[in-house]
Nanobody
Framework: QVQLVESGGGLVQAGGSLRLSCVTS????????VGWFRQAPGKERRFVAA????????IYADSVKGRFTISRDNIKNTVYLQMNNLKPEDTAVYYC??????????????????WGQGTQVTVSS
């Protein structure tokens, strides 16, 4: 089992930036693809971005393309989500999760087997 801990959330004005971190621990932490999801109050959890084990392949939701960047440092067992030009609609709890599934499944939450506890991101207008 992999343990994941997110951090880096907070309150920021529209147009600002935040960098989220997801630290993984456990024997398979660096051998899994990792995804970021978010859930706004009263809404379903939605896919944000995912990155392959090596970091060489990444996918993004259309709503964040060009604004968010996912990356990873396998020496530090950490996956990052750099979020720029934030908008009020980005407000949500952000979760990271690990998956052994192939990339076509990465946008589905059901493909992920271990999840972090989430970090709150609030963007004010």
């Amino acid at each position: 089992q992999v343990q994941l801990v997110e951090s880096g959330g907070g309150l920021v004005q529209a147009g600002g930036s935040l960098r989220l971190s997801c630290v993984t621990s456990g024997s398979t932490g660096t051998t899994s693809a990792v995804g970021w999801f978010r859930q706004a109050p009263g809404k379903e959890r939605r896919f944000v971005a995912a990155i392959s084990e090596s970091g060489g392949f990444r996918i993004y939701a259309d709503s964040v393309k060009g604004r968010f960047t996912i990356s990873r440092d396998n020496i530090k067992n950490t996956v990052y989500l750099q979020m720029n030009n934030l908008k009020p609609e980005d407000t949500a709890v952000y979760y990271c999760a690990t998956t052994y599934s192939s990339s076509p499944s990465w946008s589905r939450g059901s493909a992920y087997h271990d999840w972090g506890q989430g970090t709150q991101v609030t963007v004010s207008s």
